[in-house]
């Protein structure tokens, strides 16, 4: 049961380059979420899915762009990366029938550095 | 808006020592409340949640927590620490029409042997 995984798990840009970060969750679960880890700040939400074709804006969600074609994957996309998107970003997962008590599931994170 | 606070960024407790990790939260209405734990490098792992009912919540690997509505805290707490529990732990918060879990900062906790 591979359960949620994100790749790559670590990744170099530089200033301005797109970068696509993917996630993949083989529980057929509804909700998908993106977020970012960084020091003094928890975890912020930046895009979530409630399913195929229907996402929306987190708290921080400028910079990023995301996409849900199939269930099972919601890539995110940095389109021109900035340095202040350096962080781990998270992605996880939830089922859909209990509505918010639902728990989320987060896949391992991709750490990126923008140069 | 809801929020939660973590005030204690980092806790040092003794192995074998009863520890608490403090969170408290402000939501509309009534609150669903989880803790998730964090490991070098890894994941979140999920170790409980507060939905209704008892206010004492138990969960993974010895943990419980504790909902006080009156004080809106939701503080997570073991009897007996393991060097083993030393990880970066968060506490989060939704309210029940909204989807978005709300983190708090994160407190690390260290057991000492």
């Known amino acids: 049961d591979a359960g949620i995984t994100q790749s790559p798990r670590y990744k170099i840009t530089e200033t301005g380059r797109q970068v696509t970060l993917m996630c993949h969750q083989t529980?057929?679960?509804?909700?998908m979420f993106w977020y970012r880890q960084d020091l003094g700040h928890g975890l912020r939400l930046i895009y979530y899915?409630?399913?195929?074709?229907?996402?929306d804006k987190g708290e921080v969600p400028d910079g990023y762009v995301v996409s849900r074609s199939k269930t099972e994957n919601f890539p995110l996309t940095l389109e021109s990366a900035t340095r202040s998107q350096t962080s781990v970003y998270f992605c996880?997962?939830?089922?859909?029938?209990?509505?918010?008590?639902?728990?989320?599931?987060f896949g391992p994170g991709t750490r990126l550095l923008v140069l | 808006a809801q929020s939660v606070a973590q005030p204690e960024d980092q806790v040092n407790v003794a192995e074998g020592n009863p520890l608490t990790v403090k969170c408290t939260y402000s939501v509309s209405g009534n609150p669903y409340l989880f803790w998730y734990v964090q490991y070098p490098n890894r994941g979140l792992q999920f170790l409980l949640k507060?939905?209704?009912?008892?206010?004492l919540v138990k969960g993974s690997y010895g943990f419980e927590a504790e909902f006080n509505k009156s004080q809106t805290s939701f503080h997570l707490k073991k009897p007996s620490a393991l060097v083993s529990d030393s990880a970066l732990y968060f506490c989060?918060?939704?309210?029940?029409?909204?989807?978005?879990?709300?983190f708090g900062s994160g407190t690390q906790l260290t057991v000492l042997p």
């Open positions: 899915s409630a399913a195929a074709d229907i996402t």
């Open positions: 529980w057929s679960h509804s909700y």
């Open positions: 507060y939905i209704t009912g008892d206010n």
């Open positions: 996880a997962s939830s089922g859909m029938a209990g509505g918010s008590r639902e728990t989320q599931y």
């Open positions: 989060a918060v939704t309210d029940r029409t909204a989807r978005q879990l709300t």
